[in-house]
């Protein structure tokens, strides 16, 4: 028997019965997909046997986490994770009806955290072909910005690799109405004198953004004109010489 694909262990045994010839061919895949046989007996010769190899039970220990292990998103955007399930042999494989992946998160030290904080919503089955072979892909929506623990599991058995690390950053826009002022500067000076305030931005959801993407404009009410103030302004931090 000879073996035209990697993974295949073969056993062969004989036996005969008066004077016919049976032959009992036993092996063992562990690739799924097309194997090709060829038997050859005397005289007798066959070629190119087809054998369709299906993947075996889903195992968790072999299911794999798609797209890298370190997960990032930003606060209030939908997240797809998609997880792959397959056989412990690594072959792709579809997971029944009544099989289901479970995705939770912990924070960084290791404490549940509600929905308010992440919200796990939902899971969409993928057809062959789409990304991956009987992928499913988990949506879930992280509003509070820090270092999280996401864990897949399936039966109470983690995945390969899980946990995983979740980086969770503040949205990409500033809301000037969480933001605020603190420092000496905000609260008052002395004509001449160096006064400091500093802004603090926060997105939609109040995380603190340590990005410095928007232009800060300082005026003054009532307006004392620009020639009676000099300020510079620096990662949020506003330096200024009022001199009326």
Known sequence: V????????????????????????????????????SLSLGQISLRDLIVSVHPAEVHPGSCSLLGGWDQFTSAGQYTTVEVEPRDRFGNAASLSEDRFFIVGFKDYMGMDVDSDTIAALGAL?????????????????AVVSGTYWMFVSLEGTQIYGSPFSLTVIADASTVASNSFLSGEGVRGGVVGRLQVFTLTRR???????????????????????????????????VTCVVNT
């Open 203 to 237: 997105d939609a959801y109040n995380n603190v953004r340590t990005v410095h993407d928007d232009p800060v404009n300082v005026q003054f009410d009532p307006s004392i004109g620009f020639a009676g103030v000099n300020f510079n302004v620096t990662n949020d931090t």
């Open 2 to 37: 000879v073996s035209r694909r990697r993974g295949m262990s073969v056993l062969t045994g004989m036996r005969y019965t008066d004077t016919r010839v049976i032959g009992l061919v036993a092996f063992t895949c562990t690739v799924s997909g097309t194997v090709n046989l």
């Open 125 to 141: 089955d993928l057809a062959d072909g789409v990304t991956g072979s009987h992928s499913r892909t988990y949506v879930y929506r």
